[in-house]
């Protein structure tokens, strides 16, 4: 994986490495949290072929019970444990960064009763069954590269609309 710096947006075509690197990430994982998984995913745009996509590499991880996950063994692999994200206590992000400080990798973990894990799968299969709509995406993405390339919140803000029109076509929503 590429990696980008902390706040920055950097958007490129999609690589099939980064399949290849998702397996190898999804059996780390499988070793690390062994008994406590549920399912592991390959989410977020670099998930979606069809479209350009930030170099990072997005994993969500649905855990029996995120109470008995073991932070220590995925810190002990290099991971930065950044806690329990928005004040939800039923997801917790891990960044992998490489020397240089790049972040490579997101692991999002989220508990069983947690419904976000379910939509971050939702999202990408159906912009991966719905050309026209990744294409949007991409133009909006790039839009937002293009206007915020040092501001990764305002960027994550800006498709926020697009992600939750997407999200209402979801059944399960």
Known sequence: MEGVSRHEV???PHNPA???EFLQTKSQLQSCLSDN???IQHVGSTAIPAIYAK???DVAVKLESIHDMDIDVLVSHGY???GAQAGNEHYHLFVLRNEHGLSLRHIHCYDKSE???DLLVGFRDYLNQHFDEAKKYEALKQKLSEKY???RTAYTK???DFIRSIYTKLSYF
Do not use: Q, T, V
């Open 10 to 12: 950097k958007l490129l």
């Open 18 to 20: 980064w399949d290849a």
């Open 37 to 39: 998984i549920i399912d």
């Open 55 to 57: 170099p990072i590499l």
């Open 80 to 82: 930065d444990y950044r």
């Open 115 to 117: 419904k976000e894990f």
């Open 149 to 151: 390339s040092e501001d």
């Open 158 to 160: 800006g498709k926020e």
